[in-house]
């Protein structure tokens, strides 16, 4: 009895990956397709398609775009988020609650709102959709998450430490930037990795709000009018290796220093 | 009572750093939010938008076939899916927490959430490379001679369910898993103590207990599931839209902003009333 549950067990569960990873399998296995179509039967492996896509001067500045706005709407978000949640974790602040709420808001409500409402709001003051634009919305996505991740880590143990730093003569800043931010440095670089992973993958607002330059998520989208097409699965290969390794190096620097404090 | 100079300029600095994430939300959230709110009350000619107040956009959503049949494709495909993501993934969970090794069950984990880091267009098109009439699916089934003819599997509503399961079951197992690892051992033991059968002490004493675990990942799959675009978009086909679709062809072909406005803000109140609904599990979560 006991031994045909745990091969029901390993059953279902098999099942399950199966179901899980199928799609990345196929993806990966026909971007290798030696014709014309990233369907079965496999014809014969090439790297033919990784070629084409890494020759695309329109993909790879996609690409470029990509990491550039992740990278820099991220960083805004982590410093925006520090230092709110070093105003509300160190003082008392009229309306506080009110005020953590609204900087959370976004975060409770769909990226198609807040891409359609940035958008309203740029085509009445005139400026035009650029990267800059997108990256704007990223930030506006990715605040409430490095906001709460950071203000969540601000216990108050670390207190007494800015305190004897304040009174061995260490400035405002130097207290910040010296001895809580270091202290906080596993969680605002778990805020910095998420944020990445979350603006490289975002499609909605960096779709809504740019135009001549887009991101890859944005390029993709467009090469799919084309229908199934082996370039597509190269170029989706790469982006999910690309997501795997922010993974990897989040694992690596944030849960591996926490493993170690805790 | 008066401050002093003191709590004045402590005052001033928590300030200092709490305004660059307050005006930020409120320039690029707040205000946008606001004003598109109110042009959902407003009205169009051509291209333009004119600020007239008016009730039409939210009487068309009731009267007009088509804006009203948007929501409830998506509310009947969220449904859809959120049952059986939950179906799928509670029993993946528990085999994950109750029967693999200690030492295996972060890397089983990890596993069985890997696809999640996969671009989200990437994603969806990989459904539509296993799902299409030549896809590995039927292939496969064709060459078993299970079926004669090839199933349509994607540009209708099965498609859809297909790629946005495959999302939320991997969602679930991780929000499931965290609830079944934290319950004590010693209420299983009681349940047994006192009798129960391994059915009783799952259905009476474990599945209750692990109650807030399927309702946070019940919300977040419906939250995430109703607004989504990409997903319907690429496996659905154009036959029946789901809500999204509808805000997005209000803003492209029609050039209508107004009417996508206040189809956004139907989306949000839905949204709203199953946070509502849930607030009691999202809360119990938090202690």
Redesign the interface.
Known sequence: MRHLS?WL?AL??GL??L??????V??VL?SFQDGS?????LNGLTLRWYEAIFSDGKLMAALGNSLLVALISSAVAC???F??A???A????PASGL?RG??V??M???????G???L??L??TGLRLSLVTVG??H??IN?PLC?AIIYASMGGHQVNIERAARDLGAR?WQVMLLVTAPMLLPSILAAFFLSV?FS?????VAF?LSRFDVT??VE??SM?RSG?DPK??A??SV??LI??A??VVMEFTVFRKTGKSS | MAATALERAERRKAWAFALPALLWTGAFFLVPFAYMAAISFWTRQGREIVATWTLDNYIAFFVKAHFFKGLVVSLEITATVTIISILLAYPLAWIIAERVPKKWQRFALIMAILPFWTSYVVRSYSWLLVLSKGGVVNQALLWLGVIAEPLELSANRTGTVIGFVHFFVMLLTLTIYANLIQLSPNYRRAAADLGANAFQTFWFVVLPLTLPGIMVGAFLTFVLCIGDYITPQILGGNNELVLPQVIMLQLGRRADFPMAAALSLVLMVVVTLAYIACARWLKMERT
């Open positions: 745990t067990a279902y569960a399950i990956y179901f899980i990873f199928l799609p990345v196929v993806l026909f179509l990233p369907v079965p039967p410093v925006l988020g230092l709110a070093y105003a509300f160190r003082y008392t602040l005020l609204l900087i808001a976004p409770t409500v769909s990226t198609l709102i807040i359609l409402g940035l309203s709001i085509n009445i704007i919305g930030v506006v605040l906001f405002d992973t490289w993958d975002e499609f909605i809504l890859l998520p993709i989208w799919l199934l597509t699965n170029i989706g982006v999910f997501s795997i922010f993974l």
